[in-house]
């Protein structure tokens, strides 16, 4: 195994509980603005906007919570048996589902079920393990996810009621974090085949492979606004191994017409500060987690 897969299944599989986490949101309008919505004495990760834009879904401790964009108290999410979630969760386009990545099966890899918004049983979509989910395409009825099969891991689609996985890429590196753009014609996600983590995106059906950034930047999860205009990405600097927590980092907005590219926030924080889709329905607002620096004890 590289050092970047080991990298990738540590920073995935355990949970931290060491520092203050502060749940955040950035606006885009005006000179741009970031608004603390909550402050939690424990360890959360990945924002998810819901689309009627008054909620934010995150996961803590092997659980996913429900919290008015608004701010104030936290509410559990009943995913049933499903009690070690990781980051990697989501929204259905319409609202009435949730996808979850959980690693309660006996052998402890992760495996996506889905379940109803409101909570419920969760249903297994992918026997093969491990699968982290990242996009539902526009439509509905498609899930894209990162997946290690015979020791390569690639970016794969599957139907949301389960059925035969499809692999859409293949390399010796790691591909991971892909995402539907809002009209469905392509699958943003990060590859580092070319040595250093960069974008990418795909048609759905696997052609049309093309490089989107290309910088001094190992650059993750690409997420596009609702309105298909901007693209934030999460950026570490280029000595940085995978996607770990407690490093300074930065988020990133690229226009995507134009391909510029512009700092938003310095902060730190690295996994389980934006691994999933986490725009507002508005298209100007998204949200985040940063979290406090560890002293030096």
Known sequence: ????????????????????????????????????????DRHIEAPNWTPDGKWLIYNSEGRLYKISAKGGDSTPIDTGFAIRCNNDHGISPDGTSLVISDQTHEDGSSRIYTLPVQGGRPKLITPNAP??????????????????????????????????????TTSDGLDDGPEYSPDGKHIYFN???TGRMQIWRIRPDGTDLTQITNDEYGN?????????????????????IGHPPNQEVQLRLMEIKKGEIRPLVNLFGGQGTINVPSWAPDSNRFAFVSYDRLSAD
């Not at 599989?13 to 309008?29: A, G, H």
């Not at 996009?135 to 059925?163: E, H, M």
């Not at 993750?220 to 940085?240: E, R, T």
């Open 220 to 240: 993750w999860f690409p997420h596009i606004s609702p309105d298909g205009k901007w693209m934030v990405i999460l950026s570490y600097d280029k000595s940085v």
């Open 191 to 193: 590859s580092d085949r």
């Open 131 to 168: 699968s982290f989910w990242h996009g539902w395409s526009p439509d509905g009825k498609t899930l894209a996810y990162c997946a290690q099969r015979n020791l390569r891991f690639g970016i794969f689609t599957i139907p949301v009621n389960g059925g035969e996985e499809t692999r859409l």
């Open 1 to 40: 195994m590289t050092a970047v897969l080991a990298a990738l299944l540590l920073s995935r599989n355990n949970t931290m509980n060491l520092q203050r986490s502060y749940l955040e949101t950035f606006d885009l309008r005006g000179k741009g603005s970031r608004t603390v919505v909550q402050t939690f």
